[in-house]
């Protein structure tokens, strides 16, 4: 059974940092991307980080790019996703995901994932 558990969301400031982690168990890690978006109340699920099975390549909505990392440790089974200077609009609950394909360009499309974790919520005050 393939679990994803985020953690590491939480309130924080306008400008201030958060790291989110993403444990995966019941899956070979290192053979899936993973990907994190995020959900804000109203809205639709957005794209906001890729990272490759190996962790060569990584891309980003422009959204979040220069302000965020997506990064993996295989051996740990986790991917994190570091975000700095902090906006408002930020503000959402922060999924990770799995995908098996090895297609290039990474995925930015919900439907192209096959594993989803339940969330976590980041909240950032201004």
């Known amino acids: 059974q393939v679990q994803l558990v985020e953690s590491g969301g939480g309130l924080a400031q306008a400008g201030g940092s958060l790291r989110l982690s993403c444990a995966a168990s019941g899956l070979t890690f290192s053979n899936y991307a993973m990907g994190w978006f995020r959900q804000a109340p109203g809205k639709e699920r957005e794209f906001v980080a890729a990272i490759s099975r190996g962790g060569g390549r990584t891309e980003y909505a422009d959204s979040v790019k220069g302000r965020s990392t997506i990064s993996r440790e295989n051996a740990r089974n986790t991917v994190y996703l570091q975000m700095n200077s902090l906006k408002p609009e930020d503000t959402a609950v922060y999924y990770c995901?799995?995908?098996?394909?090895?297609?290039?360009?990474?995925?930015?499309?919900?439907?192209?994932?096959?594993?989803w974790g339940q969330g976590t919520q980041v909240t950032v005050s201004s």
């Open positions: 995901a799995a995908d098996a394909s090895v297609l290039l360009p990474l995925a930015r499309r919900l439907r192209e994932y096959d594993y």
